[in-house]
């Protein structure tokens, strides 16, 4: 009893109650200061009542009330009950899908955990290492890559350069990347330097062990896939960048429930999660604070933040938080949810924190909010939030359809996600949204209540624009946003009418000078004025208030960011801006609309003018004004952006176009962008943009059905080979007839491959007639991405349908050419033998007699050669150059889509045989073969480690490269950005 009457015990006990709650008054009214200029007197009053309490504490024996936490600082199974209150992982279907299945709630934890989605549909790209320092030098690799891969390959088949010897020069690059590259800096795109080390390793095949060490390595260190929780689980403090709607959130709330499971089990190293929005912090965070104020600023809003889910119990303090003997693990979320000039302020107190040891922090933002000075702040490793590739869309549908039918009804699942599938396969619009996992989820939903998925962009953003609306509301109709003063209705607005508000505030938002998505009371009121609404018994600024709040909690189209409000999706404003536009009486809005705004801010509006020209596409003032309009721009922009708009907008109205409603605008764009391209070689860029467009418009157009072939029927031997290395010696070859593609296979083409089940066919990836000796099905089953290895790459992937597709392997390859073949042959078949008088064919036998397959080597060459033994394509002068080609001058640094030379084309109008990608043949390469092969239709080696290569590519920047005769080789498996092909066809 230490001493202590049972009077003085009970005095004390009563005096320390009540110092207590002066203490809990003092500190809760500190916490209301935000901890900032807390007035010296109260300080003085909270210090002298903590000491106090700390003497009764001594007499009492006991330790200090505030200091309880230091034993079990703070009670996670209350931070658990608390989190599963919020039901933070819940969608009601009930709202979403408009009372479809009546009360029925879906966990979207249960769909990441139990039916096993989260490791493959959470994905991202992580450079391992973390200890990189200088930015600049990494960056300078980077442009230097590309000259150091022609270097490498360069060396690889026996050339010197700057007079090095093999060992000088083998060594000369090895030391540049072993040295200077683990010395560098944060995440950049590391992919590019990933080939160049492949090559590396396939290129210097003798090299001594510490040398493959120092490979392996890099391999390890460049940007891998990995599931994002396993990642964030194992890793220390992260910045977590990702687009909205890919699962930023979510992955958050998945990481803090898998933490509670760990702490179930009574794990001792598991950190206690806290998990916190981040978008009130501006009521406590300042720019002008000093990094101590700003540290304690941000432990306050952590624990007011958990405080009303607590009960208001003090199990989360600010000296719970410093005093916690556990690990803590604070995820932080929603960076780019406030104002940007605290964003460096929240970087430099986080930085601060996560030098505790038993702090880790993961913070997320979308891309837009974070610049090189805010990861440079921070001083986090960077990872990326990957969209979802199309084995993971499929995964996502059928598993969220099971969950969606009960489970109970797994059979009607699966119909219903087979259904959707197809849907999405049809809808161009709908493709482009699927990658992304929230609107992925909406159109799902949109297709169980409609039973089809709109065709348009604009149709699209409608109907997620109507389902927002249904989200919130309990009846299943769209609220009304009713004004109520001392429980009188002074008016109702419906929907038509708050929409239409909604729309003036978006395009005022959308049109600030200052780019700000920050929506006050004064614009609403800017809004109201300019709407022409009638307002009575209410003030302007409380109506405004009354409005804001209503479009945040009942419609969930604007959410608080902190000190102002702002869309809940971009994408929401830009759709609100568009169809605002719309609704312009007169063409010349529009038309000033165009030069005014559209023009000088192009990146700023291009999806508003993607949106608006969608939904104005049936006005006249199309065909009458932007034929013209659109040539005259195309024909004086320096910007490659407007351009790319250009394009993307026509991408929006091919239907119209094919359908030839905007036949002159179509022909007018065309003319000018193929105008611009072809004088536009020396700059990059604008080349670029003009070629990508016109892919977009499907210029040059390809039939996948029966996609641009020319016939050669070689009467005659030709002389094959020439005077360097392997090309040796020079022999005569006769060729049987036999077609060969006009451009390289582009993604368009491809892309029909992967939705036709090309992937998941074994039927394609195996030669059943044996006439090409082919079989892959070991390579498809050791491959886990089933698409091209650059697929959702934006300078090589799907997005450009009309570039050659790269980062296939020879296996995939031969695939492409089965499917085609069991797909199209019979048909194409039937049409070669009418056009080209195929007599002794028989047509019931065309399908067995018609093959598509890669070219051989002589084959190839004949195409580009011909009799006249040209030295290139185009024939034995010039030099390769930017008008004839994409290598290495042309800076491209990327593919250019197919048809955009020529000038470099062969007589016979074959395209791209020199540059833009390394094209697969049929056989096996042999460095002597020319020596013993055969004078008729020679299929190279029966054996083999590589496979045969011709054409050069964009990362090629010698003119032997590009000669007719010239050779090279990939092991097939290989995978590269540089290396695509094209098909030959032949009757057997």
């Known amino acids: 009893m230490n001493g202590l009457s049972k009077e003085e015990r009970e005095h004390l006990e009563t005096k320390l109650e009540i110092l207590m709650d002066n203490r809990q008054i003092l500190d809760l009214r500190r916490a209301g200061f935000g901890n900032l200029h807390f007035p010296p007197y109260m300080e003085t009053q909270l210090n002298e009542a903590e000491a106090e309490i700390r003497l009764i504490s001594i007499k009492l024996g006991i330790l200090p009330p505030f200091e309880v936490y230091q034993g079990n600082p703070i009670d996670w199974q209350q931070l658990h009950q608390a989190f599963n209150r919020q039901q933070l992982d819940k969608v009601s279907i009930k709202h979403i899908g408009a009372g479809l299945v009546g009360p029925q709630m879906l966990e979207l934890d249960k769909v990441f955990f139990e039916q096993d989605v989260g490791s493959r549909t959470f994905e991202i790209e992580v450079l391992r290492q973390k200890n990189f320092k200088n930015h600049e030098k990494v960056k300078d690799l980077l442009r230097y890559a590309d000259i150091w891969q022609a270097h490498i390959w360069r060396f690889a088949q026996g050339h010197r350069d700057f007079g090095r010897t093999q060992v000088d020069f083998d060594n000369h690059v090895l030391e540049s990347f072993l040295q200077v590259l683990p010395q560098e800096s944060l995440m950049i795109d ?259 209540k409609h039973n089809v998925l709109p065709k348009k962009r604009i149709e699209l953003y409608a109907e997620f624009y109507k389902m927002l609306l249904l989200q919130r509301s309990t009846v299943g109709d769209k609220p009304p946003f009713d004004v109520i003063v001392r429980n009188e209705k002074l008016f109702t607005w419906g929907e038509d009418t708050y929409t239409l508000l909604l729309q003036r505030i978006a395009f005022l938002t959308h049109s600030d000078e200052q780019d700000s998505v920050s929506i006050s009371s004064k614009r609403v009121i800017e809004a109201i004025d300019q709407q022409g609404l009638q307002i009575t018994g209410i003030g302007k600024e409380d109506l405004a208030d009354r409005f804001l709040n209503f479009a945040d909690e009942s419609l969930g189209i604007l959410f608080y960011r902190g000190v102002c409000y702002g869309f809940s999706h971009r994408s929401l404003q830009e759709y609100l801006t568009a169809i605002h536009l719309s609704e312009f009486s007169e063409s010349q809005e529009i038309k000033d609309f165009w030069s005014e705004q559209v023009l000088k801010k192009p990146n700023h509006w291009l999806e508003v003018a993607r949106l608006l020209f969608c939904e104005i596409r049936k006005k006249t003032f199309l065909r009458e004004y932007l034929p013209n309009q659109w040539s005259q721009d195309i024909a004086r922009t320096d910007n490659p952006r407007i351009i790319d708009m250009i394009g993307a907008i026509l991408f929006d109205l091919e239907e119209f176009l094919k359908a030839g409603e905007l036949q002159p605008l179509h022909q007018s764009v065309v003319m000018a962008l193929t105008n611009r391209r072809d004088k536009s070689h020396h700059d990059p860029q604008l080349f670029l943009a003009c070629g990508d467009a016109l892919g977009l418009m499907d210029e040059p157009h390809i039939d996948v059905a029966n996609p641009p072939m020319v016939h050669f029927n070689p009467e005659k031997p030709f002389d094959m080979g020439g005077n360097k290395g392997d090309e040796q010696p020079i022999h005569p070859v006769k060729l049987s007839p036999y077609w060969l593609g006009k451009y390289p296979v582009t993604n368009k083409e491809f892309g029909e491959f992967i939705k036709a089940g090309g992937y998941e066919t074994k039927e394609y990836w195996f030669d059943e007639a044996g006439r090409f000796g082919f079989d892959g099905r070991e390579f498809l089953m050791r491959l886990k991405e089933k698409a091209p290895a650059y697929w959702l790459n934006e300078r090589f992937g799907k997005n450009r349908p009309l570039v050659p597709v790269v980062g296939v392997s020879w296996y995939e390859a031969m695939a492409y050419c089965r499917w085609w073949t069991l797909t199209y042959g019979e048909q194409w078949a039937e049409k070669q033998v009418k056009e080209h008088g195929a007599k002794k064919i028989k047509t019931p036998m065309l399908k067995a007699q018609c093959y598509c397959r890669l070219p051989t080597e002589a084959e190839w060459e004949f195409a580009a050669c011909g009799f006249e033994g040209r030295k290139y394509p185009w024939g034995n002068t010039p030099q390769p150059s930017l008008e004839r080609g994409n290598y290495f001058d042309s800076k491209l640094k990327q593919t250019a889509t197919v048809g955009s030379y020529p000038k470099g084309s062969t007589p016979e109008e074959v395209l791209d045989l020199a540059g833009n990608d390394w094209e697969w043949c049929w056989e096996w390469y042999g460095k002597d073969y020319y020596e013993r092969s055969p004078d008729e239709n020679p299929a190279g080696p029966d054996n083999g480690n590589n496979r045969v290569l011709r054409s050069g590519s964009w990362d090629y920047g010698y003119h032997d490269d590009f000669r007719c005769a010239n050779r090279n080789y990939f092991m097939p498996g290989s995978r590269y950005n540089n290396g695509g092909f094209r098909i030959a066809r032949t009757f057997f």
């Open 190 to 448: 590391f992919l590019q330097f990933q080939n160049v080390i492949n090559e590396v390793a396939q290129s210097l095949n003798k090299m001594p062990q510490e040398i493959l060490t120092g490979l392996q390595w890099l391999f390890e260190t460049t940007i891998k896939r990995e599931p994002v929780l396993t990642y964030l689980k194992t890793s220390g403090s992260t910045l977590l960048i990702g687009d909205a709607g890919v699962g930023k959130t979510t992955v958050l709330k998945m990481l803090t429930l898998e933490i509670f499971k760990q702490l179930r089990k009574g794990g001792k190293k598991t950190p206690i999660p806290i998990f916190v929005r981040l978008d009130k912090i501006a009521n406590y965070l300042k720019e002008e604070q000093p990094l101590d104020e700003a540290r304690e600023a941000l432990l306050t809003y952590i624990c007011s933040y958990w405080r009303p889910w607590l009960l208001n119990r003090d199990d989360l303090t600010i000296s719970a938080i410093k005093s916690c003997s556990r690990p803590i693990q604070l995820m932080l979320d929603g960076l780019d949810e406030i104002p940007s000039n605290l964003r460096l302020k929240l970087a430099m107190t986080v930085q601060e924190m996560v030098k505790n040891p038993l702090f880790k922090v993961i913070i997320t933002s979308r891309p837009v909010a974070v610049d090189e000075a805010l990861v440079h702040a921070f001083g986090l490793p960077e990872v990326r939030l990957l969209e979802l590739t199309a084995k993971q869309i499929k995964g996502f549908v059928h598993n969220f359809l099971k969950l969606y039918n009960n489970q109970n009804h797994e059979e009607v699942g699966q119909k219903d996600a087979l259904t959707f599938l197809s849907a999405l396969d049809d809808s161009k619009a709908a493709q482009e949204f699927a990658t992304n996992s929230l609107y992925l989820t909406v159109m799902i939903l949109m297709h169980k």
